[in-house]
Nanobody, 122 residues
């Protein structure tokens, strides 16, 4: 059993900053990659940022230079630091993790968090 628990969402003014955290816990596992996705009302879920266990990152074009994703292996936690927030960033942000474990029959499994609301408004 693996759980992803997000925190850090809230209301922020345009131009402000917000930091999201996602902690993976449960059975023993190794991280292949983790990332953040978001879904705004009436829109499809989209990739925000991902990071692999080797440190490679990928960002959605609109957040490049504003958002930073990082991974703390010691804490099994992925972070998303969001700066210069815009109203268009308003969405529910979901943590995603692609994990593997010697205890699992399946080679790797993808998990999702419950989501945390980020609202950018003046």
């Amino acid at each position: 059993q693996v759980q992803l628990v997000e925190s850090g969402g809230g209301l922020v003014q345009p131009g402000g900053s917000l930091g999201l955290s996602c902690v993976a816990s449960g059975s023993s596992f190794s991280i292949l990659d983790m990332g953040w996705y978001r879904q705004a009302p009436g829109k499809q879920r989209e990739l925000v940022a991902t990071i692999t266990n080797a440190g490679s990152t990928k960002y959605e074009d609109s957040v490049k230079g504003r958002f930073t994703i990082s991974l703390d292996f010691a804490k099994n936690t992925v972070y998303l630091q969001m700066n210069s927030l815009e109203p268009e960033d308003t969405a529910v942000y979901y943590c995603n993790a692609d994990l593997t474990s010697n205890d699992w029959k399946i080679g790797h499994i993808e998990f999702w968090g419950q989501g945390t609301q980020v609202t950018v408004s003046s």
